[in-house]
């Protein structure tokens, strides 16, 4: 099968700032994304459960995307800017997919 | 002094601090005991209804009184000065950074809503009757603290360019969170539909109200117990003491706002228990946003796995005592 490369982006950020976060890829005209909860973590913070907050503060979510290498810089610049002084990780990964047009 | 040991023991033999211990001490001794997420979510909006009703039909009985107005100012300066006086002792005592600081004192000027309610059910319970609009007053005392914190964090020149600030999204998301709206929104329904709308509503909203809130109270037993299990490794000492006495300061001030605006016994109790009471879900998500370098990890453990279970267990009791010999 034909397999096309691109970029995956993802991004664990605290659930406060989620909002914002998909505002700003909204913006730069990402074509998708995915959000996920994350259940438990440990961090340079100490670990945490989803279970054991009372609120938004504290937990985790996982955001992906997928998107061209050439657009890497100019989606990373304002999303770095967004979460660089909260709690989280951003990663860029090569993966391949099979419909390229949708990304 | 024998009507504060008897409303103490009445209270630490009451269902809801029984449950809350119960699930305290099932999360100190690492039980899987655990309430679903969503189920909570929705036992607290549940609260915020009734109480926020029931508040609301209240004042529909009572009328319209112009200490509301006095009561909700007295709210709003206390909330705004009661991070002045955390923020200078945690600096003086406690040896936390300015940034630190001002996240916890950010907590101890805002309230904690569920201690709110476990105080109008222990006034309730004692039959001492209340002002409804102090609903009002606790809604109104969630976002002039987080304003003031940060600007002690601005002011402690040891925030990053951009950040001790909250723009119009962020103060929006905090004054329109779902439990103020629920809480206000429900206040209002209750006064414009008054006793009619609280005799429709109350086998919904009166006879299971207690039932829910020890269940609620045992889920937030568990969460205050994890929290304390985290905190005692990142609370110093002289920390976890701020957490215990500044509820009383901040109860001492509550007083004297109660006293110069008038209010009953009941009320005079419920102003001292918001202003001794500290957040743990609205002001820890707004310094995420505005004070990131703020540690999570010193200002929701000390919230809620120190003054919480306090305020619960000896503090109400202690402030209903107080407000009835005021009164």
Redesign the interface.
Known sequence: MLMHPKKRIEIVV?A??V??LLSVLDDLAVTGYTVLPALAGRGR??SW??????????RMVVVFCIIDAQRVDVVLEPVFKLVS???GIVTVSDVSVIRPEHF | METALSLAVANLLSPMVLFFALGMAAALARSDLAIPEAVAKGMALYLMLAIGFKGGASMAAHGLELRLVGAVVAGLVLSAAMPLVAYALLRSTTGLPPTDAAAVAAHYGSISIVTFLAAVQALTTAGIPHEGYMVAVAAAMETPAILVALWLARRGNAVAPGSGSLDGRGLREILLNGSIVMLLGSFAIGWITGAEGLKTLSPFIVDPFKGVLCLFLLDMGVIAGRGFREGRKSLTPQVVVFGLYMPLIGGALGAVAAILVGLSPGGTALMITLAASASYIAVPAAMRLALPEARPAVYLPLSLGVTFPFNLTIGIPLYVAAATWIG
């Open positions: 605290e406060p700032v909002g914002r913070e100490g459960r989803r279970e054991g907050l009372v609120g938004e503060a504290g002084r909260q709690i």
